[in-house]
């Protein structure tokens, strides 16, 4: 079957199956920043925002995206470079590949909640996991960035 | 594991959906699909109700009736829905893993799904909840919930009545985004106590002896706590599975019976 939908601004048809999680159509497609960890929604690094909404991909029927929008990280590439001065800055990544899920969320949270409190932002990355850092880096990246852009 | 899923459907009408639910044994309606992969079975058709714009919360003359499709995520966001029996529907829903799955699981598939890890039933079984479908009209959520096999039948809205009272809720789990290893629901309301548990790792049930007892009562003494305490465990079965053993479960349902008797008859 045939889905239409609009990806980072750019209307798009992708030949799926029936069966088909988002995840893999997008990563068929050459959307390569939506990564695979645990494949049952637990570690939030297949995070994409589906009408401006975060979430996971991978269990996500391509089918059930037909008529939506899609924004993944290569979506939203100023904001991302901005966020990623912040991690650097506050030392928050080793290997990176729970940076872009984690950009396309701090968007979503940014567009959501205006002026997050400090577990409010918890709250809302709770689904990301990162393995390498330990989140406080992170949690004060993601604050400094979020004030930055008032 | 693989889903087998042969045709997805987004259907234009409810009509249209009944009859492809009835077409064929297999064919399933989609919530939000976020457990879909737990599945075992093959799926001929998928129907999704996206179109029908049953993703709506209305409140009106002390009635929410909320959409099959409303998101755990828009439902978390209502603040009616905050504010009943001290926000233990708010609790139970803002608990369930994070926002990206809670914004794709919907508050009827999680109803339909009766799922024995359910964190919403527990709170929705002490409400007055009824469930309107397309062809069988409405029943109450606890006659639906006592039915073995879910009818051939399409869920349009949740209907959940407003009410005055204190509430508890507590979800046991090992890390943030686990299931719950037990949880617990008490309210006390005008019409009396309701008490609920959840995740034993049995669907959601009330303790209605231990209700019945409190409900005689005219002080809730330690004494009386205990007494209900022990009707609970009396009434209720628990069991064992990968989160917890059975013991471990009756220990903790007895720790928070207690404390939920006490923070709602204090409060």
């Known amino acids: 079957m045939k889905i239409h939908v609009t990806v980072n601004g750019y209307k798009k048809a992708f030949d799926i199956e029936p069966s088909d999680y988002l995840l893999d159509t997008l990563r068929k497609y050459n959307y390569l920043s939506v990564k695979r960890g645990c494949d049952n929604t637990s570690c939030g690094v297949c995070t994409i925002l589906l009408d401006g909404k975060p979430v996971p991909s991978c269990s996500l029927l391509s089918a059930k995206a037909d008529g939506h929008s ?3 990280v290569e979506g939203i590439p100023k904001e991302a470079e901005k966020l990623s001065e912040h991690f650097g800055h506050e030392g928050a990544d080793q290997c990176g590949y729970c940076n872009p899920s984690m950009a396309v ?14 577990d409010e932002i918890k709250e809302y990355l709770v689904g990301n996991l990162c393995r390498c850092t330990g ?16 | 594991m693989t889903l087998e899923v042969n045709n997805y459907v987004k259907v234009k009408s409810l009509q249209e959906a009944y009859e492809l639910l009835l077409a064929d044994d297999s064919n399933q309606i989609i919530g939000g699909g976020a457990w879909l992969k737990m599945a075992t079975k093959p ?8 179109l029908l714009k049953l993703d709506d919360i209305v409140v009106k003359q002390n009635i929410i009736t909320i959409g099959a499709n409303v998101t755990l995520r828009d439902l978390e966001k209502n603040k009616d829905i905050k504010e009943q029996f001290s926000g233990i529907l708010y609790e139970a829903v803002h608990q369930v893993m994070g926002v990206g799955v809670r914004n794709l699981a919907t508050i009827g598939g999680s109803i339909m799904g009766k799922f024995s890890f359910s964190d919403i039933l527990t709170p929705l079984l002490t409400m007055d909840v009824s469930l309107e479908f397309y062809k069988q009209g409405i029943i ?3 006659d639906f919930l006592a039915t073995k096999k879910p ?29 719950a290893v037990v949880n617990i629901c008490v309210v006390h309301k005008d019409s009396g106590f309701e008490i609920v548990i959840g995740a034993r790792p049995g669907i959601a049930v009330k ?31 628990f069991s064992k599975n990968l989160r917890a053993s059975k013991e471990y479960r ?3 349902v007895a720790v928070y019976v207690a404390r939920g008797i006490k923070e709602v008859t204090q409060s």
């Open chain 2, 207 to 237: 303790a209605s002896k231990a209700m019945t007892f409190l409900n005689r009562q005219s002080n809730f003494s330690e004494q009386v706590i205990q007494s209900a305490v022990a009707l609970v465990q009396e009434e209720i079965s």
């Open chain 1, 70 to 72: 899609i924004i993944t």
């Open chain 2, 250 to 252: 009756e220990q903790l």
């Open chain 2, 140 to 142: 109450s959520l606890q």
């Open chain 2, 151 to 179: 009818p051939k039948d399409i869920l349009l809205h949740i209907i959940l009545k407003q009410e005055k009272g204190n509430g508890f809720f507590k979800k046991v789990r090992k890390t943030a985004l686990d299931f």
């Open chain 1, 105 to 118: 969320n701090v968007h979503a949270l940014k567009n959501e909640i205006q002026n997050p409190t400090d």
């Open chain 1, 135 to 150: 989140y406080i880096g992170q949690h004060k990246a993601i604050k400094s960035y979020l004030e930055d852009e008032k």
């Open chain 2, 43 to 50: 799926v001929n058709t998928l129907i999704d109700l996206e």
